[in-house]
């Protein structure tokens, strides 16, 4: 006697397949810039995006130690000698750099943090896995380090002596220990605010980098002459470590760290009312999952200036 063929698989599995709804046990997807990004991922897929991470970070540190450079260094044919519109060139320029990158294909797979403040406000958020927090951290100080030394190596002392000292930032000698704090922490603070604000708002999101460029190069223009205009702990990390300029190095370090957590405190402040009312307004449920956050405020795997799967 011999068997029939079992039955064919209606629903084979596929990479083309829509996702699946989420249950109430398990967290929805988040949506991101550029698709939807998992909940969860094997400890290699972070490794690889904090790698990304690092690439990025030097090649901004790299670019900005060139472009400090060619546009303040003195013998520069091509420096700018308005003390105030320095900065607002410099800034300008960050800002586009920075957005190119973020929208970089490497920016596209790490999510285009390039800021250690960043990634602890995505995380704070709900946009990003506590678990890749140090290890994007990690790679971002060292591609800081990285990017900067090769900036001083290509250019030669015209980047490595003063008065670019490896493109280190210093407050106005005007401006204390603590005004330089609360500016920088308060610039991050802001940031943190306009992230949450896009995450909420999914639609938005593919304005996002542009955002974050221009909210970068309005810190440095606006802030670049005073506190510095760091608003980034890699940005300072490696100049001011290879340049010896180490005094204010605390701030530029743990003050933005400071505003993420402000800015993130606020933001869910705001929203917690809205949470509360969705929660009254949900069917009771006999699983303690009844309480599930909802998808927007759910951690992402690599997320969120531009993530992908």
Known sequence: MRLGKPPPNPDPPSCTSP???PSPA???????LTGRVPTAGPPRHTLRRAAHEFGLTALLLFLVVTAMRWLLAPDSPTA?????????VLGALVGVLLTALILSP????SGGHLNPAVTVALWLLRAFPGRAVLPYIAAQAVGSLA???????LWGAAARDAPIAYAAVAPAPTWDAAAVFAAEAGAIAIVTLMLGAFLRRPSALPLLPYAVGLATALIIASLGSHSGGSANPARQFGPALL????THLWIYLLAPVIGAFIGGGIRHTLAAPAHRARAGHA???????SATAPA???PAEAGTITARG
Do not use: C, E, F, H
């Not at 700018?80 to 607002?88: H, K, Q, T």
């Not at 340049?243 to 180490?246: A, P």
């Not at 069917?283 to 999952?289: A, M, Q, V, W």
């Open 106 to 109: 490497s920016g596209r797979y």
């Open 19 to 21: 996702l699946p709804k």
């Open 283 to 289: 069917p009771d449920t006999d699983s303690d999952s």
């Open 243 to 246: 340049s010896g300029n180490t």
């Open 296 to 298: 927007s405020d759910t």
């Open 26 to 32: 398990s967290p929805p997807l988040r949506p991101a």
């Open 80 to 88: 700018i000698a308005n003390p105030d519109l320095a900065p607002v």
């Open 147 to 153: 990017g900067t030394a090769l900036g001083g190596l």
